[in-house]
C-alpha cells in the first residue's frame, strides 16, 4: 500500500494544567504538536504507511520531537536535521465565555529558515501515494511558502494527488505577502482541498459571508448551523480551481469554550453532501479537531465506497478528538467508526 506523506512543522506545545491560565501556576506541560504531524498521527493509529517530512533541528528538542512521532508510528526518515531552534506554542484552554489562548514563538524556526532545495522531494516522496499539506507552514515566512509550494509541485510532478487543508492563522501571516497570494497558487496544485468558512474567506480570498451559521460571526456562530448555506461556497471554491475533485468545509457552532456543534460538508465532481452535527457539551481540548477531520476524510474516502460515509467517519474524528488533550487525536478506528454509527452514549465499555 503506498503511504501518505504530509510535510510541515511541529512545535514544542506548553500548556497550563487544565483550565488554568498562562503562569497562573508555575507548571507548565510539554508535548508536541503541529497541524501536519497531527494528521500523520491520526493516518499511522489506523493502517497507513504516513511519513512526515520537515527540517527539525539536531539537538535534543528535536530528537524529543521525532522520538515522539516515531513511537506513534510515524516515519521520520525524511527528515532533514538542521536549523537553530523548534517552534514553540503556549496553549491555554478556555473555559465557558473565556476563550482558548495560542501564543505562538516560532520565528526563526528550522522551518521558518529553509526555504527551496532543502529537501530532497524525489527522496522523500519515494513510495507515497499521497502528499497532505497546510496553510500554516506558508504562513511561517517567504522561505517556508517557497519550500512549501516546491513540495506540492514535486508532488504533482509525480503523478501523486494532494490534499491542502487551508489552515488561516491570523498572526502569522505578517511578513508581506497576502495569505490568498500564496494560498491560491498552492491550492492550483490540489485536488481536495479542506477548510472552514473562514478560511475560504481569508486564505483564498472567495465566499464573503454566506451565513452559513446564523446568529453570529461566520462559522462560529450562536445560532444553529446551516449546512445548506455552504452549498453556494463549495461550488464557487470548486468553479475556481477546476483542478479540485473535492472541497470540504468544516462547520463549528461555538455556543461557549465548552460547548459546540460540529459538523462539515462534501462537495465532490458527483454532488453536495452534508455530514451529522455532534452536540459536544464538554469541549476538553479542540486543538486538533481541523487535523482529525482531515485525516479522517483522506482515510474515509479510501476506505468507503460511499463518499457519505467517509464524510461521517472524517465528522466523528474531529468529535472525538475533543475528548482528547493534546494536539493529536489518538482516538483508535473502531472508536471513529462506534461514533460515526451512531454510538454517543459515552456508556463504559466492559
Known amino acids: ?3 501518505i506523506a504530509t510535510f510541515g ?33 491520526s493516518l499511522a493509529a489506523w493502517g497507513h504507511r504516513a ?24 516515519d521520520v526518515g525524511a527528515v532533514v536535521r538542521g536549523g537553530r531552534r523548534l517552534g514553540i506554542y503556549f496553549a491555554e484552554a478556555g473555559a465557558n465565555g473565556r476563550p482558548s489562548q495560542v501564543v505562538y514563538d516560532r520565528e526563526g524556526s528550522a522551518v521558518a529558515e529553509a526555504g527551496p532545495g532543502a529537501i530532497d522531494w524525489e527522496k ?13 507552514t506558508p504562513a511561517l515566512g517567504a522561505k517556508a511558502a517557497a519550500l512549501t509550494l516546491e513540495a506540492v509541485a514535486a508532488a504533482r510532478a509525480r503523478g501523486l494527488p494532494v490534499s491542502v487543508d487551508l489552515n488561516y492563522r491570523s498572526k502569522l501571516w505578517r511578513y508581506g505577502r497576502p495569505a490568498p497570494e500564496v494560498m491560491r497558487e498552492i491550492a492550483g496544485f490540489a485536488d481536495t482541498l479542506i477548510g472552514n468558512e473562514e478560511d475560504c474567506q481569508k486564505a483564498l480570498g472567495m465566499g464573503g459571508a454566506s451565513g452559513g451559521v446564523s446568529g453570529g460571526a461566520p462559522g462560529a456562530g450562536a445560532g444553529k448551523l446551516d449546512a445548506g448555506a455552504f452549498e453556494a461556497l463549495t461550488a464557487e471554491v470548486m468553479a475556481a480551481f477546476p483542478n479540485l475533485d473535492r472541497v470540504a468545509v468544516t462547520l ?30 464538554h469541549v476538553v481540548d479542540r486543538i486538533g479537531t481541523g487535523d482529525a477531520f482531515a485525516a479522517g476524510l483522506i482515510h474515509g474516502l479510501g476506505r468507503f465506497a460511499a463518499e457519505a460515509e467517509a464524510l461521517a467517519f472524517a465528522v466523528a474524528a474531529g468529535a472525538l478528538k475533543h475528548s482528547i488533550p493534546g494536539d493529536f487525536n489518538l482516538a483508535s478506528e473502531s472508536d471513529v467508526l462506534a461514533l460515526a454509527g451512531g454510538d454517543r452514549s459515552g456508556r463504559i465499555r466492559r
Open 124 to 136: 522523500a516522496l519515494d513510495g507515497m501515494g499521497r502528499l497532505h499539506v497546510t496553510g500554516i
Open 9 to 41: 512543522e511541529i512545535l514544542l506545545r506548553l500548556s497550563p494544567p487544565g483550565k488554568e491560565l498562562l503562569f497562573q501556576s508555575p507548571e507548565l506541560r510539554a508535548s508536541f504538536g503541529g497541524a501536519e504531524a497531527n494528521v500523520a498521527v
Open 252 to 281: 463549528r457552532e461555538s455556543l461557549s469554550a465548552d460547548w459546540n456543534r460540529w459538523s462539515a460538508v462534501l462537495r465532490s465532481r458527483s454532488g453536495f453532501l452534508t455530514g451529522p452535527v455532534h452536540e459536544i457539551r
Open 1 to 3: 500500500m503506498a503511504g
Open 51 to 74: 511519513r512526515w517530512i520537515s527540517v527539525v533541528p539536531a539537538n535534543p528538542v528535536g530528537d524529543a520531537a521525532l522520538g515522539e512521532l516515531r513511537r506513534r508510528g510515524v
